[in-house]
């Protein structure tokens, strides 16, 4: 190639890299559905608190942050509460690391490593199992503490769960960042790799996407009884290049992402046991939805059912046979993109229809859910669809 000829090419390559960059420099992803959310209080009575289940903290061996780092990056984020799940320890407990702090509820809770894969042990006040233990021994240690299990990672493409499912799981992790990462398609990762650079957020946005098998494994099971999905953030701050260790993804980046919205019976009242008893009874009895925040303030939606003999809200258990009209509200939104909402019944879609606000009947028995998707742009100008919110399911059993 003569000279003339690599400085042609050269002058053609980065013209290539300023197009891409103005053009991803240009998504703005941030907001994209706008709304004016609903605050901390509903008309209903309920109030929702906001925050993240499972993050790490320096007392991971993999992970970097003190918990006083975390929780003030929360609160920058006004987030109500954050579960802190170290790797097979709650030393934090022991050195009185939970607490409120500022505005927001830290609680500590365990990431277990299991020989059939992870649980999260939430509720807990203490942690003595063995890595070599059965998992028998978590569950026994946990319900014994009156806490409750969470499956991780279920069907990471890397470590899935490769056991049975015990009755003393109550839920499981829909949505968990690092899997997202682990198991986007390569050229979301590539897109993310040269995203990142100019415009973090739209590479992040760009990793996610609706996790099919878990949804699936969590609908099979919640067909036949109360299974909670939550959202997992799953934070680590841990990036190891040779020998030396970097904070990235950045907390502060990853926290505001996705948020699991709690639907409380009374706003956080300052004291430390009662608050935290109010987050452990929403997250069990599933009285929460899932949403990437970073969309849009998802504060506001409701799933909710009534029948003559009474009623509920996600999470909640009615009586099948009998008639019962469902709700789905959405959040008060302004300036609405494409919107579609899909309401689910043991993980088949009965309908989908294009309202913020709307009503269906049903009698028939199993777990009603609703799932919310919005059309938002990509580097190509088509846009691409995603999921902005998860309910949990009503069940009618």
């Given at each position: ?41 509903d008309p209903s009575g309920f109030h929702e608190y906001v925050g993240l289940i499972h993050l790490h903290s320096e007392y991971s061996g993999d992970a970097q942050g003190s918990y006083a780092e975390l929780a003030r990056v929360a609160g920058e984020h006004k987030l109500d509460f954050m579960i802190v799940t170290d790797h097979n320890n709650t030393d934090a407990i022991r050195d009185g690391k939970e ?299």
């Amino acid at each position: 190639m003569s000279i003339h000829g690599s400085w042609y090419f050269y002058i053609v390559v980065l013209a290539c890299i300023l197009v891409f960059d103005a053009r991803i420099v240009s998504l703005r992803v941030k907001g994209i559905i706008k709304g004016r959310g609903r605050g901390n209080g509903d008309p209903s009575g309920f109030h929702e608190y906001v925050g993240l289940i499972h993050l790490h903290s320096e007392y991971s061996g993999d992970a970097q942050g003190s918990y006083a780092e975390l929780a003030r990056v929360a609160g920058e984020h006004k987030l109500d509460f954050m579960i802190v799940t170290d790797h097979n320890n709650t030393d934090a407990i022991r050195d009185g690391k939970e607490g409120i702090y500022d505005r927001t509820l830290v609680l500590t809770g365990v990431e277990s490593t299991r020989p059939e894969g992870y649980l999260l042990g939430l509720g807990i006040a203490d942690y003595r199992t063995a890595r070599a233990d059965p998992t028998e021994t978590f569950l026994s240690e946990v319900a014994g503490q009156g806490g409750f299990a969470v499956m991780a990672h279920a069907r990471n493409s890397h470590w899935p769960w490769k056991g049975s499912i015990d009755a003393r799981m109550a839920g499981i992790e829909i949505v968990d960042f690092a899997d997202q990462i682990y198991d986007a398609s390569l050229a979301s990762k590539a897109m993310a790799a040269l995203s990142f650079p100019v415009n973090r957020l739209y590479a992040y946005l760009s990793l996610y996407h609706r996790p099919h098998s878990v949804i699936a494994l969590w609908d099979a099971v919640s067909a036949q009884r109360p299974f909670v999905g939550i959202f997992a953030s799953d934070i680590h701050q841990n990036l190891k290049i040779f020998k030396k260790r970097y904070k990235f993804p950045k907390a502060k980046d990853l926290m505001p992402f996705a948020l699991n919205h709690l639907i409380c019976p009374s706003k956080p009242s300052g004291d430390f046991q009662g608050d935290r008893e109010t987050v452990y009874t929403a997250i069990r009895s599933g009285h929460l939805f899932m949403a990437v925040d970073l969309l849009g303030d998802a504060r506001g939606f409701m799933f909710s059912a009534r029948q003559d003999s009474g009623h509920g809200i996600m999470g909640d258990v009615l009586r099948a046979g009998e008639k019962t009209l469902f709700t789905v509200t959405l959040p008060d939104i302004e300036c609405p993109r494409k919107l579609r909402v899909d309401v689910y019944r043991d993980g088949k879609k009965l309908f989908s229809r294009p309202a913020r606000s709307f009503q269906f009947q049903s009698a028939l028995p199993g777990a009603y859910r609703v799932e919310v998707a919005a059309n938002i742009p990509n580097f190509w100008g088509s846009g691409r669809e995603v999921t902005w919110i998860y309910s949990n399911p009503i069940h009618l059993f």
